[in-house]
């Protein structure tokens, strides 16, 4: 999974995404890659995750090996006009532009795209990891650029937004990490999503991931009927109902990597490292 | 009047079970209730009646509960033919531009909620509504809807095309916009701009309209009880500071915040046992019973409340009955406990 270069990490709200983006960015910088990390919605998640300060549009070093940057479309739009269209810095144009793609959801969601796979095609880096969106708004952003494309007659923007469909589609460059929690609306999601992924042709699916999976826990049910009520009790019988209700969820979602819940982590930071020493990878 | 009762919280924290178990401790409290869902479980969906549509329809083993789910999937094609007139409403709607990106214009579904939310209550045919939001932004979203659709019908983007206002009249685009607008279709090869322009233009039409009725769907969010759900992780608990910061732009603070998920106090002194699997287990969840705590007590130290604690179930109850005992027994969740009276 780590030899692509970029890497999208979606899932439902509270399927952990940060959490996977960080640890995986983690993982691949301890195995010597070199890494960028990339925020494209709350930027909270993924600096808590990795420890940083602020994330803004510029990269920051987090560790030898691991920067992480936030998205933010303001900046992006400016970078995109000044630096892929060349528009010259007249203020009522960039105005203009500026204008426009707060109110066309299509140009936004190029520009941000467009902007994570130019710093996965920069040879600075070796795998670029994104904080993605949630499933609700993941295939939105991915179906921008041939939006756009659609939109605009022969110019150098539908070279640029067909180059972006190409360089997603490039399963064997970019994936899409999907993760759910053991969740009936989570794992319908993710479902989706992975459906319209390959119906469309948008993306390549990199890897399902079950995340907040509790571990098995071997207790015979018939020994509790001889335990007296109690603390001992009732934490097991939560464990035992809460597990089998998750497994019925786990096998509808099919994944390739089955992570666990963390039990009394207090901080991001602790809850990223050990999900980075986690991952199975072969 | 109708209370209104917004239940807002981060993604996957159980916000519209609770929105049900409220709705149905209410109604068994003896009041009329409507409550709208926006995305409910299957399980869920079943406990609140078979035939769960956008229509009120009643909860079964209730006599005054009714449930609806919010529709909001052609959500900018009804705003303009609630707002435009009919030639207006077919330009707009045929426009190229908006026909491309209809599904994801900003602010539509969740302001097409938010009116829902206004309608049914405006209707008076219950005393209380309680509204599920839905989960992207965790309720911010919905709550900041009817201000950013007045802005995109009548802001920035407008003004700078059009220049000061002709009323009764179909603009022009300012002397500022045209040249600008000239540059950028030789840059984007066409009249991308323009088609944007064309459908920005005629969206000005429904401004009054939607300022109006916008500013009234903020009213209620002002005077609706606002419950904020959340768990002991960290995006749920980030999510919360954020609400208890931003909340007051837009509605009133919380009358309840729901910690759900919750584990016994006791099991936190677990962990000194005599080793067996059962005392090993009791060990884990006393860790997280502990971290949950120190949760709770960071939230009542900063701001100042006292969290309503929902126990972690392993199944959500699976009848409006059950539902509504789940809420009943926080004894803080029904009508005295959420201020309804007032």
């Known amino acids: 999974m780590l030899d692509r270069h970029l890497l999208i990490v979606t899932g439902k709200g509270g399927a952990g995404r940060s959490a996977l983006a960080a640890s995986l960015a983690l993982r691949a910088a301890r195995g010597g890659r070199r890494v960028l990390a990339v925020t494209m919605t709350d930027s909270l998640g993924l600096s808590g995750h990795l420890r940083t300060g602020t994330l803004g549009p510029k990269p920051i070093e987090a560790r030898p090996g691991l920067s992480a940057m936030a998205i933010e479309p303001a900046a992006a739009l400016d970078e995109y006009l000044r630096i892929r269209l060349r528009v010259p810095r007249v203020g009522a144009m960039t105005r203009a532009f500026r204008v426009l793609a707060e109110t066309v959801p299509g140009i936004r969601d190029t520009v941000v795209i467009g902007k994570l796979l130019w710093e996965a095609a920069r040879s600075d880096w070796d795998l670029v990891v994104a904080d993605g969106p949630p499933t609700g708004q993941v295939l939105s952003l991915l179906r921008a650029p041939s939006t756009i494309e659609g939109l605009v007659p022969a110019s150098r923007v539908k070279e640029q937004a067909a180059w972006m469909r190409r360089m997603l589609a490039d399963g064997a460059g970019t994936g899409i990490v999907v993760a759910a929690t053991p969740e009936e609306l989570s794992v319908a999601e993710a479902a989706e999503t992975i459906a319209a992924l390959s119906e469309e042709g948008l993306a390549a699916v990199a890897a399902v991931v079950a995340n907040r999976v509790l571990p098995e826990l071997r207790i015979d049910r018939g020994l509790l009927d001889a335990e007296p009520p109690g603390p001992r009790r009732d934490a097991a019988l939560l464990h035992l109902d809460v597990a089998a209700g998750q497994r019925r969820h786990v096998a509808g979602l099919r994944p390739d990597h089955i992570l666990p819940l963390l039990f009394g982590i207090r901080t991001p930071g602790e809850v990223a490292s050990r999900l980075a020493d986690l991952w199975e990878l072969a | ?342």
């Open chain 2, 1 to 342: 009047m109708t209370a209104v009762v917004l239940v807002v919280g981060s993604g996957g924290v159980g916000k519209t079970t609770l929105s049900a178990a409220i709705g149905a401790n209410v109604a068994r409290g003896g009041r009329s209730v409507l409550v709208l869902t926006v995305d409910p479980a299957r399980r869920l969906a079943q406990a609140l009646g078979v035939h769960l549509g956008s229509t009120p329809s009643p909860v079964p083993g209730f006599d005054r509960l009714d449930a609806a789910m919010v529709d909001a999937s052609e959500s900018w094609e009804g705003i303009i033919r609630a707002h435009a007139d009919a030639t207006t409403a077919e330009r707009l709607l045929h426009n190229r531009f908006f026909r491309a990106v209809a599904d994801r214009f900003p602010s539509g579904q969740a302001y097409a909620a938010a009116e829902e939310m206004t309608r049914h209550a405006d209707s008076d045919r219950w005393e209380v509504v309680v509204v599920d939001t839905p989960p992207a932004g965790g309720g911010i979203d919905v709550l900041a809807s009817p201000r950013r659709i007045r802005a995109l019908v009548g802001g920035r983007a407008l003004r700078w095309l059009t220049g000061p206002a002709i009323p009764g009249r179909r603009a022009l685009y300012s002397l500022t916009a045209r040249p600008v607008l000239r540059l950028a279709d030789v840059v984007l090869g066409g009249p991308l701009l323009e088609d944007v322009a064309e459908f920005l233009l005629d969206l000005r039409v429904t401004y009054d309209g939607i300022s109006r009725r916008s500013r009234h769907v903020e009213a209620r969010f002002k005077s609706a009880a606002t419950v904020l759900v959340t768990t002991a992780d960290a995006a749920p608990m980030r999510e919360t500071a954020r609400f208890f910061e931003e909340l007051p732009d837009w509605a009133s603070r919380p009358r309840a915040v729901v910690f759900n998920r919750a584990l016994p106090d006791e099991w936190r002194a677990a962990g000194e046992g005599g080793g067996d699997p059962l005392d090993a287990n009791l060990e884990r969840w006393g860790q997280e019973a502990l971290r949950q705590s120190e949760a709770r007590a960071e939230l009542s130290a900063r701001y100042g409340v006292v969290p309503v604690v929902v126990p972690w179930m392993a199944e959500a109850p699976v009848t409006a009955g059950g539902l509504a005992d789940l809420a009943a027994a926080t004894g803080r969740l029904g009508i005295e406990g959420l201020r309804l009276d007032q």
